[in-house]
């Protein structure tokens, strides 16, 4: 079974530029999130997916992140304009509803902004 | 309290010995309670999952104790393998299946 795919692996942009990163999860799992995760600190959750509907967005900075899960399958998470506290590894996981606990990460996009 | 505490670490051990990290967390309506574990520079993944008292995989034990909000994992014989960083994981009580990441402790096993 393949595991969720992310891309970039890594990004380096200057500061209010803008970024695009990509995930898709594993097939058959209705349930996405995209994480924050600053060095030294554990995942911080962003949004949370339920096929292509938004369940929590509470933590999502929106005056300059947005993400979306168009047909419920793979989804986007952006930033514009990028600043230098977005540097961190940026997370994309899924879980299935047979055990909506274990959440499934992909390698992450580590993005540094200067 | 903070929603999800643990030890500050880092835990510098010699192979094979007996290692324990303790967390505590605020929600006390948890049911159930997670152990990732984190490689360096790598995604974080499910190590193991408690959901009464305790849990016991090989050599690693999770405890939990509901009355002092306390969560510890155990881990026995330490292998270099098992180096790496440990999250205590709880479900936010938001719904949805959401779940608060601790900063984790980093364990290093040294030869």
């Known amino acids: 079974e393949a595991g969720v795919a992310q891309s970039p692996r890594y990004k380096i942009i200057e500061k209010r530029q803008s970024v695009a990163f990509w995930c898709n999860p594993i097939?058959?799992?209705?349930?996405l999130y995209w994480y924050q995760q600053i060095l030294g600190q554990g995942p911080k959750l962003l949004i949370q997916?339920?096929?292509?509907?938004?369940?929590?967005d509470s933590q999502l900075p929106k005056d300059r992140f947005s993400a979306e899960r168009l047909k419920g399958v793979d989804s986007t998470l952006k930033i514009q304009p990028a600043k230098l506290e977005d540097s961190a590894v940026y997370l994309c996981?899924?879980?299935?509803?047979?055990?909506?606990?274990?959440?499934?990460f992909g390698p992450g996009t580590r993005l540094t902004v200067t | 309290r903070k929603e999800v505490e643990q030890d500050p670490g880092p835990f510098n051990v010699p192979e094979g010995a007996t290692v324990a990290f303790n967390c505590t967390y605020s929600?006390?309506?948890?049911?159930?309670f997670f152990w990732y574990r984190q490689d360096c520079r790598k995604e974080p993944k499910l190590l193991m999952s408690?959901?009464?008292s305790g849990n016991e995989d090989g050599r690693f034990t999770a405890q939990l104790n509901r009355a002092s909000q306390y969560i510890s994992l155990l881990i026995r014989d330490s292998k270099l393998s098992d180096s790496a960083t440990y999250l205590c994981?709880?479900?936010?009580?938001?719904?949805?299946?959401?779940?608060?990441f601790g900063k984790g402790t980093k364990l290093s096993v040294i030869p």
């Open positions: 996981a899924s879980s299935s509803s047979r055990d909506p606990y274990e959440q499934y």
């Open positions: 097939s058959g799992h209705a349930t």
């Open positions: 997916f339920q096929n292509n509907g938004v369940v929590d």
């Open positions: 929600n006390s309506a948890s049911q159930s």
């Open positions: 408690v959901y009464s």
């Open positions: 994981v709880v479900p936010s009580g938001a719904g949805s299946y959401q779940l608060t």
